[in-house]
């Protein structure tokens, strides 16, 4: 089975522009998302899906280079409008072939899922033996109260055997949440924390190998990049495994923390991680299941939480300072 795709940063690429659609080849986000929903006005719909197929086309193809282990993927429009299965056919087969992921908006029961995974499926029955690559994964975007009540039964359809195109990641949309429930986002995010708890509990639940978290509106600036920087830490404390980015000087600020190699709060933390799991080795050695370092308790689920700090880490590319904290 593949690796888990390492999904800290999901950069969205408005699919209307063109100069944004170049950029975006240069730009080393783990998830490049070109988008066809909020960042298209609806009658640039059109124009913004022929040149898409056309980028998509030239990767596909190997015209363009996408960088290194960067996934591709799409959003296309929600599939209540009219405007979702022409985003799909109107890709086409070649196009959809360099998409590693579908992102779908405003999924609000299993049926929007099915929909999506249904017409992709016809797609690429009807497409030629050359025009096939890997069936490109599922990230459901929650942005409403429905959504958030039927997060489990999206989740359990979206994971069952059945399932056509199966459900990798979660997604969570605070200003079209915010609107739906009529609630006024504020610094501390408190407003979103049941939904955003919500969130996170069905992915690990289900499995899902990513649970990404609101976008932070603010990217210019010292201020802009300390906000983020903030807003990445609470939502890596709560579980998310990463962050919805609109711009590029968001991209590196989030994978650095994700990866937990932003600044020196992070490389004291791995420190930590490390030093728990060489005390754990020799406390385990004389038997001992809890013990004591800096003067607090350590029991299995801390360890726990020492491997899994190394193993994120180390996923995202610590993995030789974390050596070299071992040595
Ligand atoms: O240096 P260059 O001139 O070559 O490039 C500019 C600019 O074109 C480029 N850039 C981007 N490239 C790819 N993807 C992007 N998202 C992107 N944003 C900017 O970077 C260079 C510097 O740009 P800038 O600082 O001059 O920024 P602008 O004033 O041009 O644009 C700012 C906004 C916020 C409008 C732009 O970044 C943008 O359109 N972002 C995406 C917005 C979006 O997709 N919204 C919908 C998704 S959010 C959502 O739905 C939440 C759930």
Known sequence: MAAPVLRRSLLYVP??????????????????????????TETAKPAARAALRQHLESLA?????APPKTE??????????????ADLTELGPLALSAVGAIVVPKVNAPSDLAFVSDVVTQIRQNAD???????????????????????????????A???????????????????DLSLTRTPSLSEFLYARSAVVTAAKA???????????????GDQGIATLAEECRGGRGMGFTGKQCIHPTQVSVVQQVFGRMYDESDRTELAWAVRVLIAEDKSAASGRGAFTLDGK???APVVGKAKRILEQAERAGAGDFIQSLRE
């Open 61 to 65: 193809q190997s015209k363009l280079t």
């Open 161 to 179: 055997p059945t399932a056509g195109l199966r459900l990798d990641g979660l997604v969570f949309a605070a200003e079209d949440f915010a609107l």
């Open 72 to 85: 591709i993927a799409v959003r296309i429009n929600a599939v209540s409008t009219q405007h979702a299965l």
């Open 206 to 220: 289900f499995g899902l190998n990513s649970a990404l978290d609101l976008v932070c509106t603010a990217f210019r």
């Open 297 to 299: 308790m350590i029991d």
């Open 129 to 159: 033996q050359g025009q096939l690559a890997e069936a490109p994964k599922l990230i459901a975007l929650v942005e409403s109260a429905r959504s958030v009540m039927d997060l489990k039964d999206i989740c359990a359809a979206g994971t």
């Open 15 to 40: 699919s209307s522009s063109p100069k944004m659609l170049t950029k975006s080849l240069t730009l080393a986000s783990d998830n490049i998302t070109y988008d066809l929903e909020d960042a298209v």
